[in-house]
T-cell receptor, first 114, second 112 residues
Framework: KAGVTQTPRYLIKTRGQQVTLSCSPI?????VSWYQQTPGQGLQFLFE???????NKGNFPGRFSGRQFSNSRSEMNVSTLELGDSALYLC?????????????FGNGTRLTVT | SQQGEEDPQALSIQEGENATMNCSYK?????LQWYRQNSGRGLVHLIL?????REKHSGRLRVTLDTSKKSSSLLITASRAADTASYFC????????????FGKGTKLTVNP
């Protein structure tokens, strides 16, 4: 089975722009979770989607949003980028809810905001 | 909210030695998971241990869970240079929200 695929792998944007990141889960997985990883804050939970519905949301401003499509693929969007949004964004898929099932992670999208 | 906290923050050992990492958490959990991350890459799931289990093994890995002390440990036996990575514990955040939250990790270096 193919693993979790995240695109693009690297992205450079300037402040004020917006960005969309994509995640294709493992076939058959219906849950997709997103995390932001930075050296200072570690791994921070962004949101989780299951069957196109947002199950949970972390403590991020409304500039961070996501969605899941009927084929379980997911996208996250960050609008009005700030320097502090520079991070590794990780997507993970699982068979069941993320808190109760092993997560399978992609290799992430490295976002740099200048 | 951050639930799990790993200790130590960094660990350096020689190949062939055992490595032990600890995780403490604050509130009741459904299960606890351990993950490994090689530099700049995604996390890899190692073991999930449920709250009613005390010990699980997978190859050279042994995980224990003590719910009375709200702590878990990950033991890697006969470590190899390829075990060099960061190791994270993760739990549901204890607030009933069913989010999986991660600690800040232990950075393990295995010297050849």
């Amino acid at each position: 089975k193919a693993g979790v695929t995240q695109t693009p792998r690297y992205l450079i944007k300037t402040r004020g722009q917006q960005v969309t990141l994509s995640c294709s889960p493992i076939s058959g997985h219906r849950s997709v979770s997103w995390y932001q990883q930075t050296p200072g804050q570690g791994l921070q939970f962004l949101f989780e989607y299951f069957s196109e519905t947002q199950r949970n949301k972390g403590n991020f401003p409304g500039r961070f949003s996501g969605r899941q499509f009927s084929n379980s693929r997911s996208e996250m969007n960050v609008s009005t980028l700030e320097l502090g949004d520079s991070a590794l964004y990780l997507c993970a898929s699982s068979l069941g809810p993320g808190y109760n099932s092993p997560l399978h992670f992609g290799n992430g999208t490295r976002l740099t905001v200048t | 909210s951050q639930q799990g906290e790993e200790d130590p923050q960094a660990l350096s050992i020689q190949e062939g030695e055992n490595a032990t990492m600890n995780c403490s958490y604050k509130t009741s959990i459904n299960n606890l998971q351990w993950y490994r991350q090689n530099s700049g890459r995604g996390l890899v799931h190692l073991i999930l241990i449920r709250s009613n289990e005390r010990e699980k093994h997978s190859g050279r890995l042994r995980v224990t869970l003590d719910t009375s002390k709200k702590s878990s440990s990950l033991l890697i036996t006969a470590s190899r240079a390829a075990d060099t990575a960061s190791y994270f514990c993760a739990t549901d955040d204890g607030g009933g929200s069913e989010k999986l939250v991660f600690g800040k990790g232990t950075k393990l270096t295995v010297n050849p």
